[in-house]
């Protein structure tokens, strides 16, 4: 009960410091005025003023919404790896602790934007909105750019990155210390759980990217 509890207050501050991080992101990099900017091409300045006026009507949604979105997220992870778990059938596993440790996993996603508010900060200070959109930090797709790319590659070149690869490593340990083996056993099941169903959603936003793009 008490881990429960725990993993709720987890998905609290797992949301509410990556509300704040993306807000703070959205300000310092004036991320308002690049909309505005791009809006300009197809729209009229009455039409750009009333979507926004919207937005900012609706805009306790999202704070609503970052929760139930990381909630659901991690919950499916964990039951994918719990269901790892149980396949190599190493013990009684408490659902919870497994959950626990997807949550702990999540804040290496934070950092992506922290690296993102940075890089274009101090680093790339003149940017478009195609830059912020497309720019992920230490990923193949940094290194190869996206532009004169076909749009349904740029994910899955966004998704090969560090920050992912120190998830499934991190997980892997957690995962082994768990079930009381060791990190080769955790990476195993983590291989065979976690990253086939990441390459299933990879491959699922491809195909819809090719067919609506």
Same mark, same amino acid.
């Given at each position: %009960?008490?881990?429960?509890?725990?993993?709720?207050?987890?998905?609290?501050?797992?949301? *509410?410091? @990556?509300?704040?991080? *993306?807000?703070?992101?959205?300000?310092?990099?004036?991320? +308002?005025?690049?909309?505005?900017?791009?809006?300009?091409?197809?729209?009229?300045?009455?039409?750009?003023?009333?979507? #926004?006026?919207?937005?900012?009507?609706?805009? &306790?949604?999202?704070?609503?919404?970052? /929760?139930?979105?990381?909630?659901?997220?991690?919950?499916?992870? @964990?039951?994918?790896?719990?269901? $790892?778990?149980?396949?190599?059938?190493?013990?009684?596993?408490?659902?919870?602790?497994? &959950?626990?440790?997807?949550?702990?996993?999540?804040?290496?996603?934070?950092?992506?934007?922290? #690296?993102?508010?940075?890089? #274009? @900060?101090?680093?790339? =200070?003149?940017?478009?909105?195609?830059?912020?959109?497309?720019?992920? /930090?230490? *990923?193949?797709?940094?290194?190869?750019?996206?532009?004169?790319?076909? =749009? &349904?590659?740029?994910? /899955?070149?966004?998704?090969?990155?560090?920050? +992912?690869?120190?998830?499934?490593?991190?997980?892997?340990?957690?995962?082994?210390?768990?079930?009381? =083996?060791?990190?080769?056993? $955790?990476?195993?099941?983590?291989?065979?759980?976690?990253? /086939?169903?990441?390459?299933? &959603?990879? =491959?699922?936003? %491809?195909?819809?990217?090719?067919?609506?793009?």
């Amino acid at each position: %009960m008490k881990v429960k509890k725990a993993n709720y207050l987890l998905v609290l501050l797992l949301s *509410s410091v @990556s509300i704040i991080v *993306s807000k703070t992101g959205n300000i310092l990099l004036n991320v +308002e005025e690049l909309y505005y900017q791009s809006l300009t091409v197809n729209l009229t300045t009455q039409q750009i003023e009333r979507i #926004f006026e919207v937005q900012k009507k609706i805009e &306790w949604l999202y704070y609503i919404i970052v /929760p139930i979105v990381i909630l659901i997220r991690t919950m499916i992870i @964990s039951s994918i790896i719990y269901i $790892g778990i149980m396949l190599f059938n190493y013990g009684k596993i408490r659902f919870n602790l497994v &959950w626990n440790n997807i949550l702990k996993a999540e804040f290496i996603f934070v950092l992506v934007s922290i #690296f993102k508010i940075a890089w #274009f @900060s101090f680093f790339q =200070t003149n940017y478009n909105l195609q830059d912020l959109q497309y720019f992920y /930090p230490l *990923s193949v797709l940094n290194i190869i750019g996206y532009k004169g790319l076909e =749009t &349904w590659f740029i994910y /899955p070149f966004q998704v090969l990155n560090l920050f +992912e690869l120190s998830y499934v490593i991190y997980l892997g340990f957690q995962i082994g210390k768990l079930t009381n =083996t060791n990190t080769d056993y $955790g990476l195993k099941i983590v291989g065979l759980s976690y990253v /086939p169903s990441l390459l299933l &959603w990879v =491959t699922t936003v %491809m195909f819809f990217t090719l067919n609506y793009s």
